[in-house]
Nanobody
Framework: VQLQASGGGLVQLGGSLRLSCTIN????????FGWFRQAPGKEREGVSC?????????FYPNSAKGRFTISRDNSKNTVYLQMNELEVEDTATYFC???????????????WGKGTQVTVSS
């Protein structure tokens, strides 16, 4: 089981990035996958979750709603996070993981990948 995030980098305030999470070793269709981030000195925060292939619903916390879009391409074993209108506060290491939404809160589950750094400069 392996999740590998990529696509991070340095971007200017207001810019965009697309992160990719390549997933191997899963029956991908049956799992929900999400993106989480952690900035230095801060707690880890979930920013998106997409349900399994049959369901397809997405979830975003207020911090990401309207700016971030999660999608999945099961044929490519990949989950994406399109991030627009980036803010300095979005600077963090971003991780992909299996996820679950419970009563409006987003949780990472059993499987996590290594992160990719996103830095937004002003």
């Amino acid at each position: 089981v392996q999740l590998q995030a990529s696509g991070g980098g340095l971007v200017q305030l207001g810019g965009s990035l697309r992160l990719s999470c390549t997933i191997n070793g899963f029956a991908l269709d049956y799992y929900a996958f999400g993106w989480f981030r952690q900035a230095p000195g801060k707690e880890r925060e979930g920013v998106s979750c997409i349900a399994n292939a049959k369901d397809g619903r997405t979830f975003y916390p207020n911090s990401a709603k309207g700016r971030f879009t999660i999608s999945r391409d099961n044929s490519k074993n990949t989950v994406y996070l399109q991030m627009n209108e980036l803010e300095v506060e979005d600077t963090a290491t971003y991780f992909c993981a299996t996820c679950q939404v419970v009563m409006g809160s987003l949780f990472g589950m059993d499987y996590w990948g290594k992160g990719t750094q996103v830095t937004v400069s002003s």
